[in-house]
Nanobody, 122 residues
Framework: EVQLVESGGGLVQPGGSLKLSCAAS????????MSWVRQAPGKGLEWVSG???????YYGDPVLGRFTISRDNAKNTVYLQMNSLKPGDTGDYYC????????????????WGQGTQVTVSS
């Protein structure tokens, strides 16, 4: 059974940092492309960042230069380091398995975690 368990969310002031983690199990993590996706209150899903085979990383324009995605294949975990947080980063953050592991330009997901909430507010 595929499981994705996110953690690390919370309340942070603007300009602060958080590091999200996603512990994965039940599939071949090391060969899977993983993404972080978020949903702001009252809005639709937004792809945030993805990490592909060979460690290739990609970012959405709103987070470029502020967020860093990484993975530890020995721990079956993907991370999202979020710096210089803004109120617009508020939302539920999900990690997901990319359906197309060799196509970073195409985002469809086979499995999701339960999400972790991030609130950026003073």
């Amino acid at each position: 059974e595929v499981q994705l368990v996110e953690s690390g969310g919370g309340l942070v002031q603007p300009g602060g940092s958080l590091k999200l983690s996603c512990a994965a199990s039940g599939f071949t993590f090391s060969s899977s492309a993983m993404s972080w996706v978020r949903q702001a209150p009252g809005k639709g899903l937004e792809w945030v960042s993805g990490i592909y085979s060979g460690g290739r990383t990609y970012y959405g324009d709103p987070v470029l230069g502020r967020f860093t995605i990484s993975r530890d294949n020995a721990k079956n975990t993907v991370y999202l380091q979020m710096n210089s947080l803004k109120p617009g980063d508020t939302g539920d953050y999900y990690c997901a398995i990319e359906k197309y592991a060799n196509d970073p330009g195409r985002h469809e997901y086979t499995h999701w975690g339960q999400g972790t909430q991030v609130t950026v507010s003073s």
